[in-house]
């Protein structure tokens, strides 16, 4: 059977992501921080809402697209930003970004690409991670550099200020490059066409957007720069202070309280993602689509509010979008398809959330995403 007629759902594709992945390697996108409550709830959270069909409105066709910073999309889901996306796949950056691009919609390149970011080209919308940093001026850096290379929009994210506890890194002693022990090279069969396009890739690959002319730093002493960059002090004032460099769109990621979406649309951010990165750092966060109603309320329609983690059916972007979300990132899912076909895989998996998304919409009566509101969702009888 074709991998695309097992790969059905985005649960299937990380099924077979498993498969093809050494155990390392798959734990280092799949895993959360400490016992993962965090990451279990992120999808956890979606099954305790639930929708309120109302099929006689009719929904003969459905329109799935909408304008988003001023660029148009297929559909209300993007792939969020996802470090090492080349360590799936070769050049994974630059694949996911052209799966995205011929699906219609928007890629957003992580601090952390293989790849640099002004090697990235797609004629969709491309927008830029960028963290604040104890070296002020490698923020601007990044920050001029994406301005530079016309990304069209600026992703602040703000909740990595210390690197989360991800235990399963720990215990499979993750490293940039892997380093196999006897356990994995003992089931590396199951691995070999992993193995073989990534083993002239291996040696090669680094923090593209880390290294500077004539730096000969491995990748080991690029990661530890990068940890020892990020700084706890980080504060409104770094915010401001990117607003002002940066003319374009920018996005706060990482927001998960009201007062703190409130305070971001006053300092001149332009959209917020809820987000707990996918459980990666706080554990004991709340999910993120447990945390978007309030935040909706508090920024009150003044600007596109995203959703990140736990996003892992159609189902689940109608309900975050009934819930006051403009749109979904999604990050682990593409990852998933990456590992299995590459470009390909991705396009694979947004074709799964448009499908489901469409039927989802059809069923429920809605024929465009304006539609989808608050109505949409049951609310269950108080006792």
Known sequence: MAWQQRGYNVDAMRALARLALPRPVFDFADGGAEDEWTLRRNEAAFDEIELLPHPLSGAATRDLSLTLF?????????????????LFWPDGERAAAR?????????????????????????GPRWMQVFIFRDRGFTRELTERAATAGYDALVLTVDNQLLGNRERDIRNGFAIPPRFGFADLAGMAMKLPWLGRMRSELPRITFGNYVRAGDTSDIKALAGRMA??????????DVEEVRRIWKGPLILKGVLHPDEARAAVERGVDGLVV??????????????IDALPAVVEAVAGRVPVLLDGGVRRGLDVAKALALGATACLIGRPQLWGLAVAGEAGVAHVLEIYRRELDRVMGLCGVSRLADIGPGLVFARPQR
């Not at 293989?114 to 080209?121: S, T, Y």
């Not at 987000?275 to 993120?288: C, E, T, V, W």
């Open 275 to 288: 987000s707990n990165h996918g459980g990666r750092q706080l554990d004991g966060a709340p999910a993120s």
């Open 99 to 123: 799966a995205c691009a011929a699906a219609g919609t928007g890629y957003c390149v992580s601090h952390a690409s293989v790849c640099r970011l002004e090697d990235v080209q797609t004629s």
């Open 70 to 86: 001023g660029r148009r999309l297929a559909l209300p889901v993007m792939v969020g930003p996802t470090g090492l996306a080349g």
């Open 228 to 237: 020892s960059l990020l700084d706890p002090a980080m504060n409104w004032a």
